[in-house]
């Protein structure tokens, strides 16, 4: 539409007396200033219509978040807490080290104490069926204090929470589920 007013205008300014002459100058005017604007416009208003029909068209990707690790088999473990601590110190024992179960109230945090040469860890035992938390592993570090162990270690039959994984990570603790126990000698050996 700009076009065919500046073309129009024009054709006036050329043929046309002063009346007219002013009229077609205006509309010159105007068809100067849209023009720039229009040409501009334009090409860039169907360019965005292709790419958002392109950007529509392209499949949708699904980003699935990890899931997080199940639990591991408790099938044949006691449901009972103290009688998880006795299990686990059985399964210790099967590997060769010694065990010693601290009493139930005042073991700040460590259950069971296994020795195997002047190796001594600590145990936090935690029968979970959900996650396990920052207080098991703040419990394991202050029962490695007190008892004066090398090594603390949280056995659990359910999955530990990020938050208790990074407390473990920087505190130097070991997290292990009940699969783990008959590697225990050999991952806190080698990870201390």
Known sequence: MALCTLVTG??????ADLHR???ALVALGCALVLLPSWVLRRPGRRR???????QR???RQVVRKPRPPSPPSTAGIPDDGHEFELWVARRLRQQGWRTRLTQASGDQGIDIIATMGHTKI???CKRYKGSVGNKAVQ????GKVFHGLHVAVV???GTYTRGAEELARKAGVHLFDVDDIAEI????????
């Not at 024009?10 to 043929?15: A, D, K, N, P």
């Not at 965005?48 to 392109?54: D, E, G, N, V, W």
């Open 139 to 142: 419990e394991a570090m202050a």
């Open 155 to 157: 056995v659990t039959t």
């Open 57 to 59: 068209s392209r499949p």
């Open 185 to 192: 000698r050999r991952l806190v050996l080698v990870g201390r």
């Open 48 to 54: 965005r219509r292709k790419t958002r029909s392109r």
């Open 10 to 15: 024009l054709g006036v300014l050329l043929l």
């Open 21 to 23: 002459q002013q009229e």
């Open 122 to 124: 600590g145990i936090q």
